[in-house]
């Protein structure tokens, strides 16, 4: 289980009242961020890392990590052999961490459901994991990712189960799949994301290829 502090990290970003709080909440984390989730036993980087290797092809460049946050994600795809990677998320402090690991060939801070400040079809690819969560970035962001992505490229990506059905997540990518935007390519049943940390919570894989 967790411990008082840790759990007390995980409240502090899932209650935050906006986006000013949630940025100052994960800037204090950022220094024990991967110590921490780490010992929660996280397993988005392992499950999600197997969709990326059967969907993505191995030259496909350059990819995006939105809510990058230190870097785990992108640790992971830079030992799958990806090195055109670019970071976007809300924290500079996170973002502070990420460059230390030197894996990414830009880092910028930018907010998912925000304009993102990249043109068109920029990405052939894009992976966004642990982001879409309580209190963090909203359904909307969906339409940015896609205008920035390739067609014909993937978005790969987690969302809590109950943000899933509870804060419209749903509903938007049904939305977009029934416009022509993209098209489900496989999902996963909930599974314990968190399993030492947060037992109850669950999360899902989605990919979508985009139209």
Avoid: C
């Amino acid at each position: 289980m967790t411990t008082s502090s840790n759990a007390a990290w995980l409240d502090k970003v899932y209650n935050a009242r906006n986006r000013e709080e949630l940025a100052e909440g994960y800037d204090a984390w950022a220094a024990d961020y991967d110590r921490d989730l780490m010992s929660f036993g996280y397993k988005i980087p392992a499950v999600t890392s197997g969709f990326i290797g059967r969907y993505i092809e191995p030259n496909a460049a350059p990819l995006l990590d939105a809510g990058a946050g230190t870097g785990i994600m992108g640790e992971t795809l830079n030992l799958l052999g990806f090195d055109k990677l670019v970071a976007i998320d809300l924290s500079q402090g996170m973002l502070e961490q990420a460059r230390k690991k030197n894996i990414y060939d830009e880092l910028h801070q930018m907010a998912l459901g925000d304009p993102l400040d990249f043109a068109d079809d920029t990405f052939a690819a894009t992976i966004a994991t642990g982001v879409f969560t309580a209190g963090h970035a909203p359904a909307e962001s969906f339409d940015e990712l896609l205008r920035i992505t390739q067609p014909g490229g993937h978005l790969i990506f987690t969302v809590r189960a109950d943000v899933y059905l509870e804060q419209g997540f749903k509903q938007k990518q049904d939305a977009l799949e029934r416009d022509g935007a993209w098209h489900l390519v496989e999902m996963t049943a909930p599974f314990q994301s968190l399993p030492l940390g947060e037992p109850e919570v669950r999360n899902q894989t989605f990919v979508y290829e985009v139209a």
